[in-house]
């Protein structure tokens, strides 16, 4: 590992760091990890300057106590997948120049390597969350970053929500880049900020908010109202002739003589046929103009009046850039935009940032002044027009001749916001918007409205339980505006007459497109019959038919025949007029079910393969504790007891006799296991709990909290909750089922309690049964004791709910780090299942 960070930065990236990229790091020496703006123009590094000063600070330094102040995870969250892609690229590329990727399909150890894991809709992310000791890079959209962290991850298991709550509220850095973009998401991401170090995490956090044009107000919120430090440019930095030359870019400003009204067809129709002539006529012979408007339909409009003016007159090629399109379609589009020669690009806001493009003409609507400076940014990028005479920007206007349209016109925007980057705009038509010409205007924008996340919104969060009516807390208004919320579709050819597709069918990254919520509704409700979404119990593919319900991360599959999407314009909702490929390699049941790696064909099933209670109980102490020694003693020792306890007795309850029956049932068991508990066996299919609903990690808190050891009650509860919660299954509310069935009535005036398939009174282990042989058990257990699930106190003690409250509200363990203690757990027992 080369000793200096400019070497090490060098080895990476080709080139030499720039001095802001130094300081950002501490240099060789390295420096401290704390929250912080990255004020730096487009074009700079920012992205090279945050992976590589985190890889060097946590990874490469060699002072291993310095690494151990840094968080574990990188955590960079995007507004739009195309960025994501794109930075995953690069972060890929400057591991494997260092050789510190972790390969986690051929290698074991995570130990001196680095996960790279994708956070997007579609994408496999990997098990990067059963390794919360290890390095990792995780980068994804703000929908699947700030949901998890949310603790609702969109696109995920409920049952999985909690790890990843705890892993990204604990021992992590985030980075927000691109903020400009983000909307409500960045005012969210300073409240959780701001509330993690009120309510205190297990490891440290910090925040990184990388933009040229981020306002500042939008960080001071109600708990997090100090602003951190800022990084920027300094004298060395604008010594660089690379820097001066994108800094001093000569971009002329002009209004073109046209304006948009109104949002109506009768209007917007002569405003595409005026602007398609204004720009053939302004496009420079060999350079790239480039065109960025609003809104998706008009874009649309102009590349196809373009296209009927190219039938009469040799244009240049014309390229739609959007982010409704599939990744078969954006990913050559991505390539053809960055191509050398001549062409004419129509996008939207989707080309604002992350795109390395340099056009000689830029068009673009009006929009926010933050917005604007990003548009600005792909015109004369690097200053290489300044030779012959620099760049040339248009701006159209849009002001709507009746208030009442005001709203509908200046959409995804806001009224107020055009007025003030339209009041912005004058001044800076003399000066020209160069990066420096920009620094010199006191541009303050109106802060839109938005949702804000507090304290007792993310309290009310913490709790995971399923609500009986199918119902969740919606987090969508604290992650996007309004109709930014998004959806996922695919389509598949799906035989006439067959009534719903195979359950096997898995939509692949590639084939998957972004839909606005309210715009796949409208499609949706023109089109029952023809659309499914995966039962999330289940896991079929149920036909979709209330529309109602339409929640921003859903995946929905499309028959093809219905259409709905172009090759050429992306998602369209309408009937579509050329066909587009469609997938059909569908991945299916592999021959071996994931929980067990085993085989499922018949002699496999008859015997099996087992694991006794003790060994499984052995396998994930074991893990346990190597990843508790992996992290800093400092923020694990007050916790290392309760956990070792709680694993030792985490799956006590599979003693249950319904456990027992259902792992045996049909079965020839061999020796050694007949007369052991078993934990593990093969999986077999069909195969169900006699008592529905049933959940042995309850049992195994029950017995926990009326025979197991503690010191004092806090530390019982403690280890019961890591206990009960070690599937994501059990959270802070009990109560039986719909479904269930209730134990036999033992006299007219008996109150039968049960909950998750476990009865009052039930035996662990049943009479004549092996006995339990796990370190810490004591055996004979006491019959279960459900009274913990009535409300109020029972003999003294405290119900379910109120001892596990008590944690989540005590001030020295909190819900960020209840929810790292039970990740740590889970992951053991993960790691521990694997053998």
Not at 80 to 96: F, P
Not at 156 to 182: C, I, K, S, Y
Not at 481 to 493: I, K, L, M, S, Y
């Amino acid at each position: 590992m080369p000793a200096t960070f400019d070497a090490f930065f060098r080895a990476a990236t080709g080139n030499a760091p720039y001095a802001y990229q130094r300081r950002l790091a501490g240099d060789t020496l390295g420096r401290a990890c704390e929250s912080q703006l990255i004020n730096i123009p487009t074009g700079l590094g920012k992205t090279a300057a945050v992976v590589l000063a985190w890889l060097w600070n946590r990874v490469a330094h060699a002072d291993a106590a310095h690494r151990d102040t840094w968080p574990r995870r990188l955590v960079i969250c995007l507004p739009m997948r195309t960025l994501v892609e794109q930075t995953h690229t690069e972060a890929a590329k400057w591991l494997d120049a260092h050789k510190l990727r972790w390969d986690e399909k051929s290698e074991v150890s995570h130990t001196g390597k680095v996960g790279l894991h994708l956070l997007m809709g579609g994408a496999d992310s990997g098990e990067w969350d059963i390794h919360p000791e290890a390095d990792a890079i995780l980068i994804g959209t703000q929908d699947m970053l700030l949901s998890r962290a949310l603790n609702r991850g969109y696109g995920m298991a409920r049952a999985r929500w909690p790890m990843h709550f705890g892993l990204l509220n604990n021992d992590a850095l985030w980075v927000l880049d691109e903020t400009q973009l983000m909307g409500v998401g960045v005012r969210t991401s300073a409240q959780l900020e701001g509330l993690r170090r009120k309510l205190g995490t297990a490891l440290g956090c910090a925040t990184w908010w990388a933009s040229a044009t981020l306002d500042s107000r939008l960080l001071r919120t109600p708990d997090h109202t100090e602003l951190p430090s800022s990084l920027t440019l300094d004298a060395e930095d604008h010594a660089i002739p690379e820097v001066v030359g994108r800094i001093a870019a000569v971009k002329r400003l002009a209004p073109l003589p046209l304006t948009l009204t109104g949002d109506s067809s009768k209007l917007t129709a002569p405003y595409i046929e005026q602007l398609a002539t204004l720009v053939v006529e302004r496009h420079q012979t060999t350079t790239t103009t480039l065109v960025i408007l609003n809104r998706v339909d008009r874009a649309k409009d102009l590349c196809a009046t373009l296209d009927k003016l190219a039938k009469k007159q040799a244009l240049p090629p014309r390229i739609l850039v959007h982010s409704r399109f599939r990744p078969l379609e954006r990913e050559p589009l991505s390539l053809r935009i960055k191509e050398p020669g001549e062409k004419i690009i129509i996008a939207t806001q989707a080309i604002e940032a992350g795109v390395d493009i340099s056009a000689r003409t830029l068009f673009t609507e009006l929009a926010p002044w933050s917005s604007l400076v990003q548009r600005f940014g792909r015109c004369n990028r690097k200053g290489e027009f300044n030779t012959t005479g620099g760049a040339d920007i248009f701006w159209l206007n849009l002001e709507a001749d009746d208030p009442k349209n005001a709203a509908d016109l200046a959409l995804p925007y806001t009224p107020e916001q055009l007025a003030s980057a339209r009041d912005l705009l004058r001044p800076a038509e003399s000066t020209g918007v160069s990066p420096a010409a920009l620094d010199a205007l006191d541009a303050e924008e109106p802060l839109p409205e938005s949702h804000l996340l507090r304290r007792k919104d993310l309290v009310d969060l913490f709790d995971t339980t399923p609500d009986l009516s199918g119902l969740d807390l919606d987090v969508a208004r604290y992650i996007r505006d309004g109709d930014e919320r998004d959806v996922q579709v695919f389509w598949r050819d799906i035989p006439k007459g067959e009534k719903a597709p195979a359950d096997t069918i898995v939509p692949a990254r590639r084939e998957l497109v972004r839909v606005a919520a309210h715009a796949f509704k409208k499609f949706a409700e023109k089109n029952k019959g023809s659309i499914w979404r995966r039962d999330p119990l289940d896991g079929v593919w149920e036909e979709f038919r209330d529309t109602y319900h339409v929640a921003p991360g859903q995946i929905f599959l499309i028959d093809a025949a219905i259409g709905g999407y172009s090759v050429t314009l992306g998602w369209t909702g309408e009937k579509s007029k050329d066909a587009f490929e469609v997938l059909g390699e569908d991945v299916t049941s592999l021959a071996a079910d994931p929980r067990d790696g085993q085989g499922n064909d018949d002699e496999s099933q008859k015997h099996g393969r087992f694991q006794s209670l003790a060994e499984h109980t052995g396998h994930v102490v074991t893990a346990c504790t190597r990843k508790l020694d992996a992290l800093p003693a400092a923020g694990i020792e007050p916790w290392r007891a309760p956990l070792l306890t709680a694993a030792r007795w985490h799956d006590v309850g599979k003693a249950h006799p319904t456990f027992q029956r259902f792992l045996t049932a049909q079965r020839d068991i061999p020796e050694p296991h007949r007369s052991s508990l078993l934990a593990k066996a093969t999986w077999r299919a069909g195969v169900r709990f006699e008592r529905p609903h049933f959940r042995h990690e309850l049992a195994s808190a029950l017995a926990w909290l009326q025979a197991g050891d503690a010191n004092d009650d806090r530390v019982r509860n403690l280890v019961a909750y890591l206990i009960a919660t070690h599937h994501g299954k059990i959270r802070l509310s009990l109560r039986a089922m719909p479904g269930e069935k209730a134990p036999p009535s033992t006299g007219p005036d008996s109150e039968p309690l049960f909950a998750r398939g476990i009865w009052q009174g039930d035996r662990i282990p049943d009479e004549g049964a092996p006995s339990l042989d796990l370190e810490g058990v004591p055996t004979p257990l006491p019959r279960i004791d459900l009274s913990p699930m009535r409300l109020g106190e029972t003999n003294g003690a405290p119900s379910w709910t109120a001892r596990f409250l008590a944690l989540r509200d005590a001030d020295d363990l909190g819900l960020f780090r209840l929810a790292w203690l039970e990740t740590l757990l889970r992951a053991a027992d993960a790691e521990g299942s694997k053998q």
